[in-house]
């Protein structure tokens, strides 16, 4: 079993800054990638920020130039540091795992969080 545990979030005023941390854990043989995705009432979820074992990160167009998404040194936990946020970044915030786990066939599969709200106020 893999599991993705999601820390961090909660309501802030309009540019102000929150952080929110995932840690991936059991029976893991390898990551491929770490990140965020989020979904606001009434939208798709859609991809916030990735970070790849290799160190290569992609960005949402919203997110660039002010969210940070980065890597523990064992590579086992993703932060994201938000800062001068927006009322249009309230949404619920899933840590996304690209995980090859150690049972069965050793292909990549995707994982999820449970979701953390982040929700900003004007």
């Known amino acids: 079993q893999v599991q993705l545990v999601e820390s961090g979030g909660g309501s802030v005023q309009a540019g102000g800054s929150l952080n929110l941390s995932c840690a991936a854990s059991?029976?893991?043989?390898?990551?491929?990638?770490l990140g965020w995705y989020r979904q606001a009432p009434g939208k798709q979820r859609e991809l916030v920020a990735i970070?790849?074992?290799?160190?290569?990160?992609d960005y949402a167009d919203s997110a660039k130039g002010r969210f940070t998404v980065s890597r523990s040194a064992a590579g086992y936990t993703v932060v994201l540091q938000m800062n001068s946020l927006r009322a249009e970044d309230t949404a619920v915030y899933y840590c996304?795992?690209?995980?090859?786990?150690?049972?069965?066939?050793?292909?990549?599969?995707?994982?999820w969080g449970q979701g953390t709200q982040v929700t900003v106020s004007s």
């Open positions: 996304y795992g690209d995980i090859i786990p150690w049972v069965g066939v050793r292909n990549p599969v995707d994982y």
């Open positions: 059991g029976s893991i043989f390898e990551i491929n990638k």
């Open positions: 970070i790849k074992s290799d160190s290569r990160t």
